[in-house]
C-alpha cells in the first residue's frame, strides 16, 4: 500500500522567503510522486511530478521538488514566495489499481504568505 | 474551453434524500474520478471509470453510485444521503491513468446534509 504524510498542516512564510513544504512517502514499488495545488474555492492543479529520470523536478510558478529515495522524500520548495502562492498543497504517490493508477494524496498543507 | 464542469456548485439535502451530481468534460478523456474532500483529511477517491461503461470503486465507495454511459459523463449519485457525506466533491478526468497523464479538477460541489 501506497501512503504520504505531509508535515505542517499550516505554513506560514513572508514574502520573499523560502518557501518549504514537506511531503514523505511510503512505497512497496518505485513511486511516481506529484504536487498539486488549490487554491480558494478551485479544484486541485497539478504544480509537477515525478515519474522517472532526473530527481530534481521543475514545475510551474517557480516550484520545485526533489525525490530523495533515501529519505523517501519529496519536499516542495520556492526560493522567494509570493502573496499569489497562498493556497493549498497536497502531495500524492501513486498506486496501481485494477486497470488504472490511482493517487493516494496527502492530507494538505495550507500556505500562508504575509506581506 | 470549459474542461470539467461540476454542477451544482452547493447543495444542501435532508436526511434520507437522494440526488445526483453532475460531471461532464469535454477534453474526450477516457479517465474519470470522483473524490470527496473533507478539512485536513487530504482527498479520498470514491469511484473511477477508465472508458463508457466501466467503472470502479475506489477508496470509499459506500453510499455511492456511478454510471459512464458516454465518455462526456460521469454522474455520482446519493442514495438515503446522512450526515456522514457532508463534504466537497471533486470530478476530475485524465487522457490516460493518473501516473503519465495530468487529472484535471472540476471547481467542486459542496454538500450539505442536515
Known amino acids: 500500500a501506497q501512503s504520504v504524510t505531509q508535515l505542517g498542516s499550516h505554513v506560514s512564510v513572508s514574502e520573499g522567503a523560502l518557501v518549504l513544504l514537506r511531503c514523505n512517502y511510503s512505497s512497496s514499488v518505485p513511486p511516481y510522486l506529484f504536487w498539486y495545488v488549490q487554491y480558494p474555492n478551485q479544484g486541485l492543479q497539478l504544480l509537477l511530478k515525478y515519474t522517472t529520470g532526473a530527481t530534481l523536478v521543475k514545475g510551474i510558478n517557480g516550484f520545485e521538488a526533489e525525490f530523495k529515495k533515501s529519505e523517501t522524500s519529496f519536499h516542495l520548495t520556492k526560493p522567494s514566495a509570493h502573496m499569489s502562492d497562498a493556497a493549498e498543497y497536497f502531495c500524492a504517490v501513486s498506486a496501481a489499481g485494477a486497470g488504472s493508477y490511482q493517487l493516494t494524496f496527502g492530507k494538505g498543507t495550507k500556505l500562508s504568505v504575509i506581506p | ?114
Open chain 2, 1 to 114: 474551453n470549459a474542461g470539467v464542469t461540476q454542477t451544482p456548485k452547493f447543495r444542501i439535502l435532508k436526511i434520507g434524500q437522494s440526488m445526483t451530481l453532475q460531471c461532464t468534460q469535454d477534453m474526450n478523456h477516457n479517465y474519470m474520478y470522483w473524490y470527496r474532500q473533507d478539512p485536513g483529511m487530504g482527498l479520498k477517491l470514491i469511484y473511477y471509470s477508465v472508458g463508457a461503461g466501466i467503472t470502479d470503486k475506489g477508496e470509499v465507495p459506500n453510499g455511492y453510485n456511478v454510471s459512464r454511459s458516454t465518455t462526456e459523463d460521469f454522474p455520482l449519485r446519493l442514495e438515503l444521503a446522512a450526515p456522514s457525506q457532508t463534504s466537497v466533491y471533486f470530478c476530475a478526468s485524465s487522457y490516460g491513468g493518473q501516473i503519465n497523464t495530468e487529472a484535471f479538477f472540476g471547481q467542486g460541489t459542496r454538500l450539505t446534509v442536515v
